[in-house]
């Protein structure tokens, strides 16, 4: 299935709009919050704009994507095996419809979606990310997806909302490696609230145009682009407002190695290995880790005052 998306927009179109919602945002503070439905995509030519072309690589990097093939043959999805080749090869066995997504906690008005009300509820954009996994690789994939603050402001948030926990499905019966405990099922991931609504934080939908494939994280997963890859939990059914730092899979499983935050951060290595460079998939040799995942210029300020070594 295809998916609907804008190729009327160039990425310095995007992101310029991106600019601007953002800086309104950022004057507005909890506000910003209240900007439900306003798609990227969907404010069309109109929008007033004057962004520093610093911004143009902010919400999609012109950096050349990783094959289709890559994408989706070389993945980590444990609940379909834990080589890089498991999740292609099993994941089809999972039904990806019906599919719902609970969204509830600190908020006035929790609710389940359809999965396909999602969809048509929400504007969809590309957005080509860098996703660079703890284990030292990376790729360039281009998303299609809509920002997670427009899920969350549709709930109404209220001032409790400090946290967001979010789950992914259990079923071992199609998720043929939830029945070996190499994680603590199902898997969980967080983020704080002012990560989980920040501009680039994507719900994604689709990949290279189309809907996701099942290893992917069909039908829906989370991207954060600024962090480990673990971060970006895949085919969720329930997000969460809640108030305390919620627990997350793999800090459960090594909380040595995972912490909570897991920015990429080239400066704190992984207690076994260097996170200082990493191998983009299709190229050989190895290429500098960049902090934030080079997404700084965006993300760093959310930080500002953290000890990023303690608070890895
Ligand atoms: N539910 C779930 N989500 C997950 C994982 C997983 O094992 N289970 N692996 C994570 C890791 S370690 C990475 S690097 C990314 C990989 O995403 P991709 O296969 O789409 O590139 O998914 C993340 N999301
Ligand atoms: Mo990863």
Redesign the pocket.
């Given at each position: 299935m295809l998916i609907r998306h804008r190729p009327d927009l160039t990425d310095n179109d995007v992101t310029d709009k991106a600019l601007y919602l953002r800086r309104r945002e950022f004057i507005t503070g909890a506000a910003g919050l209240g900007l439900a439905g306003v798609g990227l995509a969907g404010l069309g030519g109109a929008a007033a704009s004057a962004a520093p072309l610093a911004f143009s690589k902010g919400f999609s990097t012109t950096e050349k994507p990783t094959p289709r093939n890559d994408?989706t043959s070389y993945?980590?999805?444990?609940?379909f095996g834990v080589d890089k080749g498991d999740?292609a090869e099993n994941a089809g066995k999972l039904k990806t419809r019906p599919w719902t997504v609970r969204v509830d906690g600190a908020c006035e008005a929790p609710r389940t979606f359809d999965i396909d009300d999602l969809i048509k509820a929400n504007k969809l954009e590309e957005r080509i990310y860098r996703?660079r996994?703890?284990e030292g690789w990376s790729?360039v994939?281009p998303w299609v997806g809509f920002p997670l603050k427009d899920l969350i402001a549709a709930v109404k948030p209220t001032s409790k909302a400090r946290f967001v926990a979010f789950e992914?499905l259990l079923r071992p019966s199609e998720m043929t490696g939830q029945r070996w405990d190499v994680l603590q099922w199902p898997?969980r991931e967080g983020l704080r609230i002012d990560e989980a609504v920040h501009p680039l934080t994507l719900i994604a939908v689709g990949l290279y145009g189309e809907t996701l494939p099942n290893?992917?994280?069909a039908p829906l997963?989370l991207v954060v682009p600024w962090k480990y890859?673990?971060k970006?939990?895949?085919?969720i059914t329930r997000i969460s407002l809640v108030e305390r730092q919620p627990p997350t899979a793999w800090n459960l499983s090594a909380p040595r190695e995972y912490g909570f935050y897991s920015n990429v951060n080239p400066a704190v290595d992984h207690p076994r290995w260097s996170q200082a460079t990493e191998r983009r998939i299709g190229e050989f040799r190895r290429r500098d880790t960049l902090a934030f995942n080079g997404y700084g210029e965006w993300v760093a300020d959310m930080y500002r005052g953290m000890d990023l070594k303690r608070n890895f």
């Open positions: 994408v993945n980590n999805f444990y609940e999740p996703l996994c703890v790729m994939i992914t898997y290893q992917n994280g997963r890859g673990f970006s939990i895949k085919s």
